[in-house]
């Protein structure tokens, strides 16, 4: 039995159902047979397959003369790389980070990678929680914030090593270790408390673009004692996986 939704108004059902498919073969890890893609669809096999035949007929997926095996088209992966080429993933974070600021106690920016460290280039102070002084423009310590391991943890070690020697001592702080870098990696998270100021906590999380390669870092400062729950205290890791999704950034689990 079909398990596709009635129409709704306003829209053609027909492309609605197109783009499901295109949805499975995008999110498959491999090449999918056309039962596979009927299961993960819901439908019957022949629905499936007059779908699968009119993406391929528009370039949309292509199916191996061999195997019949279905992937995506050349006309998808050109949409998909079109795409990619209008996203300004700093534009991207800097709006969810705007939004995150306005909703909870929680100042924050987005900061890329200069030769003298990570570099501020958004800055939005919260009605709720603000630390004077950070401003756009500011460069933070390499070693002992958030946004700094959140580099460390992605960026090439000659990089970090550069951008350390032109910041004094007293202010990039104390380098960090393997185990503390391979647990940032892991998780795509860093959070420190009383780093810089007594109290305050420091989080950042990066941002990808589609070769997996970091863009920028979302980063935030609040005192902790001002936010409600364990969501709240999570909200930045949960902003920053929107925007990899919008990035390209997110690999498919």
Not at 48 to 58: G, I, N
Not at 174 to 196: C, I
Request: glycine share 8%; proline share 4%.
């Amino acid at each position: 039995m079909e398990a596709f939704p009635e129409k709704r108004s306003g829209t053609i059902q027909s492309v609605s159902i197109a783009t499901r498919f295109l949805h499975i073969l995008a999110n498959a890890q491999s090449e999918l047979a056309l039962g596979e893609v009927a299961r993960r669809a819901g439908t019957g096999g022949s629905t499936a397959h007059r779908y699968l035949q009119s993406l391929v007929k528009e370039g949309l997926a292509k199916q191996d003369p061999a195997s019949g095996l279905y992937d995506l088209g050349p006309a998808a992966l050109s949409i998909g790389v079109s795409a990619l080429r209008r996203i300004d993933a700093v534009e991207v974070a800097a709006k969810h980070m705007k939004a995150l600021t306005h909703r909870h106690a929680i100042s924050g920016g987005i900061a890329i990678w200069t030769d003298r460290g990570p570099t501020l280039v958004r800055w939005y102070r919260s009605a709720y929680f603000s630390v004077n002084p950070l401003a756009l423009g500011d460069i933070l310590p390499v070693d002992n914030t958030a946004c700094g391991l959140i580099f460390q943890a992605f960026l090439p070690k000659a990089n970090i090593d550069a951008a350390r020697k032109l910041q004094p001592a007293h202010f990039r702080g104390t380098p960090t270790n393997k185990a503390v870098l391979d647990k940032v990696r892991s998780e795509q998270w860093s959070e420190m408390t009383s780093h810089l100021l007594s109290n305050v906590t420091g989080q950042a999380a990066p941002v990808f673009d589609a070769q997996q390669e970091i863009v920028c870092v979302m980063t935030t400062v609040t005192d902790l004692g001002q936010l409600q729950s364990e969501e709240e205290r999570m909200a930045l890791f949960h902003e920053a996986k929107l925007v990899n999704q919008a990035t390209g950034g997110l690999q498919p689990e």
